[in-house]
Nanobody, 129 residues
Framework: QVQLVESGGGQVQTGGSLRLSCQAS????????AGWFRQTPGKEREFVAA????????GYADSVSGRFTISKDDVKNTVSLQMNSLKPEDTAVYYC??????????????????????WGQGTQVTVSS
């Protein structure tokens, strides 16, 4: 089992930046694909960004493409989300997720909540106008 803990959330003004970090423990992330999702009250959790187990492939929601960057550091056992040019509509609780990738599997990233078994507890991001 892998445990995930997010950090780095907070309040920022429109146009500002934040860097979210997801620290994994219990297992090495080197065999895990990962993703970031977000959720606002009354809405379903939505995809933000994802990365393949090797880190060579990434995918983004249209709403964040060009502003957010996901990365993975297997030495530090972390997954990060750099968020630039933040907008009020980016306000949400952000969740980190991980999925074990068996050896010799293809390099794929995953964009659906049902694709992931392991989740963090979330970190609040608030963007004020």
């Amino acid at each position: 089992q892998v445990q995930l803990v997010e950090s780095g959330g907070g309040q920022v003004q429109t146009g500002g930046s934040l860097r979210l970090s997801c620290q994994a423990s219990g297992r090495s992330l080197s065999n895990y694909a990962a993703g970031w999702f977000r959720q606002t009250p009354g809405k379903e959790r939505e995809f933000v960004a994802a990365i393949t187990w090797g880190g060579g492939g990434t995918g983004y929601a249209d709403s964040v493409s060009g502003r957010f960057t996901i990365s993975k550091d297997d030495v530090k056992n972390t997954v990060s989300l750099q968020m630039n040019s933040l907008k009020p509509e980016d306000t949400a609780v952000y969740y980190c997720a991980a999925r074990f990738i068996p050896p010799f599997s293809g390099s794929v990233y995953y964009t659906e909540t049902n694709d992931y078994k392991f989740w963090g507890q979330g970190t609040q991001v608030t963007v004020s106008s």
